[in-house]
């Protein structure tokens, strides 16, 4: 611990720049300008250098980029389908869940659109948020609950709680994909304006 610290104060620019001033010292001792008072120079000039020289920046936190972001969701959706392929749903909610796993595909594959979202921090979040929380979370809910309504038949089923939150779900991504497209269209407008002012 010492060591580092000591190697870090030996690296540091405080140090650096002590350690010029006190050169231009030992230069000024050389040609007779410190005179005796050469070691008061030296020191002297070290600690002004020291005390002017900027402060250490810390180092940025290194969080994971954009792309490496969207890696984990994809790998976290696998794991979704892998727990998804061995629940027995109503074939109505089957079939609301199943378009609602195509459309994150199609958002989650490799590929431009991928790219487009990883630079979309508000999408990158809702299509997380549904991968490793909305989705299980509705899904484990209707399990429990529909165990629970064996036991007291004439409640509300929970079939139908499921479909309408993987209809909102589907509603929210859907909104999610036009945004995207929207923005690819304005990329495209604008470089058409761009190539059109440029030619005249």
């Known amino acids: 611990m010492a060591t580092s610290k000591f190697l870090g104060y030996v690296e540091s620019r405080k140090n650096l720049t002590g350690s010029a001033l006190g050169l231009v010292g030992l230069a000024l001792t050389f040609t007779g300008v410190a005179g005796v008072y050469w070691p008061v120079v030296v020191v002297g000039?070290?600690?002004?250098?020291?005390?002017?020289?900027?402060?250490?920046?810390?180092?940025?936190?290194?969080?994971?980029?954009?792309?490496?972001?969207?890696?984990?969701?994809r790998a976290d959706f696998g794991r979704l389908r892998d727990y998804l392929a061995d629940i027995e749903l109503p074939p109505a909610a089957s079939g609301r869940l199943a378009e609602l796993t195509d459309l994150l595909t199609a958002l989650l594959d490799p590929g431009w659109v991928a790219e487009v979202l990883a630079q979309d921090p508000e999408g990158m979040h809702a299509l997380s948020r549904a991968v490793r929380q909305d989705v299980p979370e509705a899904v484990d809910t209707f399990v429990r609950t529909r165990w629970w309504t064996r036991l007291s038949p004439?409640?509300?089923?929970?079939e139908h709680h499921l479909e309408r939150q993987l209809s909102a779900l589907q509603e929210e991504l859907t909104r999610l994909a036009a945004a995207l497209r929207d923005t690819e269209a304005r990329r495209q407008e604008s470089h058409t304006r761009y190539l059109e002012g440029r030619s005249g």
């Open 45 to 73: 000039l070290y600690g002004a250098g020291a005390l002017i020289a900027p402060p250490e920046r810390p180092p940025l936190p290194d969080f994971p980029d954009p792309s490496a972001q969207l890696d984990e969701v």
């Open 154 to 158: 004439g409640t509300d089923p929970p």
